[in-house]
């Protein structure tokens, strides 16, 4: 979302770019109309990680998490059609994709929605990110390997850099996984 660079004051016109066109508001539409930002979880399912970012939300933005079911499993089409019914529509909204559900955001975006005003991509991707050959393990370990805790040093390895330096982020992330 992208709001004109100019400073606005009382009712002064902004926009807010949805990418297709820009729609005319003004600080006072924005103030009286809240926009629901619906939150698309990664991996785990949970949004835990999504909390520190809704505490500090704008007012006018509220924020909406939609969690996976976690005891069943889901492919993505089926993620697409289970967010889809928890989604609103009515009134302006925003979906904010986090890793995992990047692919199912954009399939959310693609089916023209009414209403929406911007998707918000997050450390995700478009596509499978693991080469085919080795799309075959994911297969056959499936759940099993999203029943074990990684270890710290690969959660800092991997998911939080060599130097990252939060102790409470290195462990709100091992408990979401």
């Given at each position: 979302?992208?709001?004109?660079?100019?400073?606005?004051?009382?009712?002064?016109?902004?926009?807010?770019?949805?990418?297709?066109?820009?729609?005319?508001?003004?600080?006072?539409?924005?103030?009286?109309?809240?926009?629901?930002?619906?939150?698309?979880?990664?991996?785990?399912?949970?949004?835990?990680?999504?909390?520190?970012?809704?505490?500090?939300?704008?007012?006018?933005?509220?924020?909406?998490?939609?969690?996976?079911?976690?005891?069943?499993?889901?492919?993505?089409?089926?993620?697409?059609?289970?967010?889809r019914e928890r989604i609103s529509t009515d009134k302006p909204f925003v979906l904010l994709a986090e890793s995992f559900?990047?692919?199912?955001?954009?399939?959310?975006?693609?089916?023209?929605?009414?209403?929406?005003?911007?998707?918000?991509?997050?450390?995700?991707?478009?596509?499978?990110?693991?080469?085919?050959?080795?799309?075959?393990?994911?297969?056959?370990?499936?759940?099993?390997?999203?029943?074990?805790?990684?270890?710290?040093?690969?959660?800092?390895?991997?998911?939080?850099?060599?130097?990252?330096?939060?102790?409470?982020l290195l462990r709100q992330l091992s408990r979401t996984l």
């Open positions: 979302m992208r709001r004109s660079a100019r400073k606005t004051t009382g009712t002064a016109p902004a926009t807010i770019s949805s990418g297709r066109s820009a729609l005319p508001i003004t600080q006072r539409d924005v103030r009286m109309n809240q926009i629901n930002l619906f939150l698309l979880p990664g991996l785990d399912g949970t949004g835990q990680l999504f909390h520190p970012l809704s505490a500090n939300l704008p007012e006018y933005l509220v924020p909406c998490l939609i969690q996976y079911p976690p005891d069943i499993f889901l492919d993505y089409n089926l993620l697409v059609k289970y967010a559900s990047g692919p199912v955001a954009l399939e959310l975006a693609a089916s023209q929605r009414c209403n929406l005003v911007a998707v918000i991509l997050c450390v995700t991707f478009i596509s499978n990110p693991s080469p085919r050959p080795l799309s075959w393990i994911g297969s056959l370990l499936g759940a099993m390997l999203f029943k074990l805790t990684p270890p710290r040093f690969l959660i800092r390895y991997y998911l939080l850099g060599q130097r990252a330096s939060e102790p409470r």
